[in-house]
């Protein structure tokens, strides 16, 4: 589904490069949606078992289908339900190894096995979180989870 880009360097090096890359991208563009398309996009390009990744954005109510890369997805989520509900609500990262162990989680995609979930906060307001979907029974290890977290307070800047 997605074209992936093969990198030699270290997981932290990768998400040093790809995070510079996001800063290129967004470098003068004012636009929410168009900046949000591209991290999703590059995010689609950078990491590899992934099925799904993009955003939902707060509304001032709940969680609102924003840009993303995958197959068709909920629309809207409650803050406090499923992985993304909850993180926004927490205001931090949630990896979860095995979504068939997470109570609550909103299976958008049958296919998905574990999932990351990065809250996007801009001075203290929740403006919507980072979603990631794989195939794989725990994917995401901790350096994915810095590696994410520092890529969604680069954005979050251009936001």
């Given at each position: 589904m997605f074209q992936h880009v093969h990198y030699s360097d270290t997981k932290q090096e990768q998400y040093a490069l790809v995070t510079k890359q996001l800063e290129a991208l967004l470098a003068g563009e004012p636009n929410q949606i168009a900046n949000l398309s591209n991290a999703s996009a590059l995010l689609g390009q950078f990491l590899d078992r992934i099925n799904w990744v993009g955003f939902y954005l707060y509304d001032g109510y709940e969680l609102v289908l924003g840009p993303f890369q995958g197959l068709p997805a909920c629309?809207?989520?409650?803050?406090?339900?499923?992985?993304?509900?909850?993180?926004?609500?927490?205001?931090?990262?949630?990896?979860?190894?095995?979504?068939?162990?997470?109570?609550?989680?909103?299976?958008?995609?049958?296919?998905?096995?574990?999932?990351?979930?990065?809250?996007?906060?801009?001075?203290?307001?929740?403006?919507?979180?980072?979603?990631?979907?794989?195939?794989?029974?725990?994917?995401?290890?901790?350096?994915?989870?810095?590696?994410?977290?520092?890529?969604?307070?680069?954005?979050?800047?251009?936001?």
């Open positions: 629309v809207r989520i409650p803050l406090g339900k499923g992985v993304c509900g909850t993180a926004a609500i927490e205001q931090k990262t949630i990896r979860i190894a095995n979504v068939d162990d997470f109570p609550g989680h909103i299976a958008c995609d049958a296919a998905s096995r574990s999932e990351i979930v990065v809250p996007l906060v801009k001075d203290g307001e929740l403006i919507g979180v980072l979603d990631i979907d794989s195939p794989e029974v725990n994917r995401f290890k901790e350096v994915d989870e810095i590696g994410l977290t520092h890529f969604a307070n680069v954005l979050t800047r251009f936001l």
